[in-house]
């Protein structure tokens, strides 16, 4: 069986046509089928759903398009994949006649409505799958008809009308048309599913609109019953924010509305779409609905760590970091938000790789998320662009590019998979080569003709810190990680290490200010830019600490956020990270958790999205410093940082090793540290080390006895 010896078929219609092939089946068992429908599709035999998958295939550059509409001009040569799915029918079949039904949406491979980045659709949605049944195959081809559907429009970022008054169930002959030019590979990675439903409260209701409150910021849709009149219509609008008066504030989720629309035939119906998923916290229903749920949709990824402490901060932290990331985590794509962009933006999920395979068992995602990235990336300069799969969208060289070097790196830490540092490491030396491409004595200074070159980004005031000091620390920091990759991978004559300190010494001629001893005037974290590089020096790192000591804020960016916050525990600040994590001040996460977010924000402000993911990425050193639980090598090693800050925190966590619990007490006495793990673990803090055995429970104290 093979889905490449099938026809790619669609039809005459841009809405959502259902395609139709009726086989007779003497032996059911061992059955299968390999499938793709693009955008998504859902596959129905004998009128029954097969899966409770959702989103289906996971989205990719599927191959060539019209880029020439882009607002950030790129001349690259990207490389295409088209996924498809594997389902065994043999439960689903019956001896005798079956009707095989395939429902197409399009997904982002029609959509032309958004246009933020640009016009990038590739074309009309279509369909390919191989069936195999007890060894005969039938083929998607010319005997393949199709229907049209209750769904009369669709647009992954806007939403779906249904007309159940459309009822043309009339078949049509399907056209054979090309096959998208990317290589036809089988989806490995999880797929998204309806993980949860979730009853909303009524907040508002008038004659004429009920307002809803799902009570958290999420991903997802909206179902309900309609019983109307045949004509009536019911409209259900998303927003993540209400105005006073209980109207939707839809801006901070983008221009176009989130809005899903259901036309009666004067019969019953359950409503819910089936091809779009939405940002939101409320919602506002207008026309009938009875029995309103919501439905929360993200790709089906495990918890792998669960924190909980006495401060509500911290707590806060974690599970709006978890909900971010799962609002974000669609058709094996990591996104920024899930309304107003919903592109895999580079710089984003770098920058939470970390995070993200701490807390969530999510090494398969991020391991096609890599080919997506490298798929973008040109093979002849080496350019990375700055989201994946690639839809425009601005970004810079360093923090977003870099994503070539990091998501393996990470990847490799988390799982010890070799192989990935291996596949990408060509990929890595393009990438260097390009940087360098784009350097004049010794910084990078620019991207590509007419695009972004970022350094950081969503700064809590204008961002002052320079753009090349930020691209040229990426760049040193990608090098310093390649030196340990090409040890890994025995490229014992590597010039990485060399490249890293001519960078180095470039940063310090053109932004060291010897006589205050800081980089940049010390910029929204530039002296932490400085020294995670090891360009600073023990009195700048004690000024540092004692600037956010007295701010007790943040002023940095995305990058610079969790690049200050690892700087600070990793060089015998923890004090002064824990209360920058806890902080209740303007611009903080106790500030977002006081004027009642579940999620994270795209800025410290309330402006633009409250369902960004980037700010979580500090959250990963609570558990690596503050708990100090580190699998990254090749035993288990338990090493918290000293603190003195007052706190109870605790961690079941699921290492490679298998699983940890640790729970720390702080107080004025001194500490109190309970381990258990189900697999032998050193244990290292202040002058105590020992050998932790397996399954045991591990009491340690340490008083403090000047107290």
């Known amino acids: 069986m093979s889905i490449h010896s099938a026809a790619f078929v669609c039809a005459d219609t841009t809405a959502s046509p259902v395609f139709v092939k009726n086989i007779f089946v003497e032996q059911p068992e061992n059955s299968a089928i390999e499938i793709t429908g693009l955008g998504f599709f859902e596959l129905y035999v004998n009128g029954k759903k097969i899966s409770s998958d959702v989103l289906v295939p996971p989205v990719s550059d599927y191959g060539e398009r019209d880029l020439s509409t882009l607002y950030y001009p790129i001349s690259d040569t990207f490389s295409h994949r088209v996924y498809y799915c594997r389902y065994n029918l043999s439960d689903h079949l019956n001896r005798g006649d079956n009707a095989i039904e395939i429902q197409l949406g399009n997904g982002w491979y029609l959509q032309n409505e958004r246009t933020g980045e640009g016009k990038l659709s590739y074309g009309k949605p279509r369909l390919a799958f191989s069936l195999t049944v007890d060894g005969k195959e039938y083929?998607?081809?010319?005997?393949?008809?199709?229907?049209?559907?209750?769904?009369?429009?669709?647009?992954?970022?806007?939403?779906?009308?249904?007309?159940?008054?459309?009822?043309?169930?009339?078949?049509?002959?399907?056209?054979?048309?090309?096959?998208?030019?990317?290589?036809?590979?089988?989806?490995?990675?999880?797929?998204?599913?309806?993980?949860?439903?979730?009853?909303?409260?009524?907040?508002?209701?008038?004659?004429?609109?009920?307002?809803?409150?799902?009570?958290?910021?999420?991903?997802?849709?909206?179902?309900?019953?309609?019983?109307?009149?045949?004509?009536?219509?019911?409209?259900?609008?998303?927003?993540?924010?209400?105005?006073?008066?209980?109207?939707?504030?839809?801006?901070?989720?983008?221009?176009?509305?989130?809005?899903?629309?259901?036309?009666?035939?004067?019969?019953?119906?359950?409503?819910?779409?089936?091809?779009?998923?939405?940002?939101?916290?409320?919602?506002?229903?207008?026309?009938?609905?009875?029995?309103?749920?919501?439905?929360?949709?993200?790709?089906?990824?495990?918890?792998?760590?669960?924190?909980?402490?006495?401060?509500?901060?911290?707590?806060?932290?974690?599970?709006?970091?978890?909900?971010?990331?799962?609002?974000?985590?669609?058709?094996?794509v990591i996104t920024d938000c899930p309304h107003r962009e919903r592109l895999g933006y580079t710089g984003d999920g770098q920058l939470t790789a970390d995070l993200a395979m701490t807390v969530l068992s999510a090494e398969k995602l991020y391991e096609k998320w890599m080919r997506d990235i490298a798929d973008g990336q040109d093979p002849e300069t080496g350019h990375v662009q700055h989201t994946a799969p690639f839809g425009g969208g601005g970004g810079g060289p360093g923090g977003w590019g870099g994503a070539i070097v990091i998501v393996p790196y990470m990847i490799y830490l988390h799982h010890d998979r070799v192989d990935i540092l291996r596949e990408y490491y060509p990929h890595m030396q393009k990438y260097i080569a390009y940087m360098e491409s784009r350097s004049e004595d010794g910084l990078v200074v620019r991207e590509e003709p007419k695009g972004w070159c970022l350094g950081d980004w969503c700064t809590p005031d204008k961002i002052a810190i320079p753009e090349p000091f930020v691209n040229t620390y990426f760049l040193i920091k990608c090098l310093d990680y390649m030196v340990e990759i090409s040890y890994v991978l025995d490229d014992f004559d590597a010039p990485w290490a060399k490249k890293s300190a001519e960078l180095r010494a470039a940063l310090r001629r053109h932004y060291y200010d010897a006589e205050k001893n800081t980089y940049c005037d010390g910029i929204q974290g530039a002296d932490a830019f400085a020294i995670d590089i090891g360009i600073g020096d023990v009195p700048m790192v004690e000024a540092l600490a004692e600037k956010y000591?007295?701010?007790?804020?943040?002023?940095?960016?995305?990058?610079?956020?969790?690049?200050?916050?690892?700087?600070?525990?990793?060089?015998?600040?923890?004090?002064?990270?824990?209360?920058?994590?806890?902080?209740?001040?303007?611009?903080?996460?106790?500030?977002?958790?006081?004027?009642?977010?579940?999620?994270?924000?795209?800025?410290?402000?309330?402006?633009?999205?409250?369902?960004?993911?980037?700010?979580?990425?500090?959250?990963?050193?609570?558990?690596?410093?503050?708990?100090?639980?580190?699998?990254?090598?090749?035993?288990?090693?338990?090493?918290?940082?000293?603190?003195?800050?007052?706190?109870?925190?605790?961690?079941?966590?699921?290492?490679?090793?298998?699983?940890?619990?640790?729970?720390?007490?702080?107080?004025?006495?001194?500490?109190?540290?309970?381990?258990?793990?189900?697999?032998?673990?050193?244990?290292?803090?202040?002058e105590t080390q020992l050998s932790l055995k397996t399954n045991e429970e591990t009491i340690l104290q340490f008083y403090n006895f000047s107290h």
């Open 139 to 332: 083929l998607s081809d010319e005997t393949v008809f199709w229907h049209d559907s209750e769904i009369v429009y669709d647009n992954i970022y806007i939403g779906e009308t249904h007309d159940f008054r459309h009822k043309d169930t009339l078949l049509k002959p399907v056209e054979c048309i090309d096959a998208p030019s990317g290589k036809l590979q089988e989806s490995d990675a999880p797929h998204d599913k309806i993980i949860r439903k979730i009853r909303p409260v009524v907040i508002f209701k008038d004659e004429t609109r009920t307002v809803y409150d799902a009570g958290i910021n999420l991903s997802g849709v909206v179902s309900f019953m309609q019983k109307a009149a045949e004509g009536e219509e019911t409209t259900v609008t998303h927003a993540e924010r209400l105005k006073e008066n209980h109207e939707l504030w839809v801006r901070s989720a983008g221009e176009l509305p989130q809005k899903d629309t259901y036309i009666s035939d004067g019969e019953a119906h359950f409503c819910m779409p089936k091809f779009v998923f939405h940002g939101f916290r409320y919602f506002e229903i207008i026309g009938k609905a009875e029995d309103v749920w919501v439905h929360e949709i993200h790709t089906d990824i495990p918890v792998r760590a669960r924190f909980s402490s006495d401060n509500a901060v911290l707590n806060f932290l974690y599970t709006a970091s978890i909900r971010s990331l799962y609002s974000n985590m669609h058709s094996a």
């Open 549 to 686: 000591e007295g701010l007790g804020a943040f002023d940095t960016g995305i990058l610079g956020t969790d690049i200050l916050i690892r700087v600070l525990f990793e060089n015998g600040f923890g004090d002064t990270a824990m209360k920058l994590l806890t902080s209740e001040k303007e611009n903080s996460y106790g500030a977002w958790l006081k004027r009642g977010e579940t999620t994270l924000c795209e800025y410290w402000s309330e402006k633009a999205s409250h369902n960004h993911h980037m700010f979580g990425a500090p959250l990963r050193y609570v558990f690596s410093r503050a708990l100090g639980v580190d699998d990254s090598g090749g035993m288990l090693i338990i090493a918290p940082m000293e603190l003195t800050f007052p706190i109870t925190m605790e961690a079941d966590m699921e290492t490679k090793f298998g699983h940890v619990f640790i729970r720390r007490k702080i107080s004025e006495k001194g500490e109190v540290m309970t381990i258990r793990s189900t697999y032998p673990a050193f244990f290292r803090y202040r």
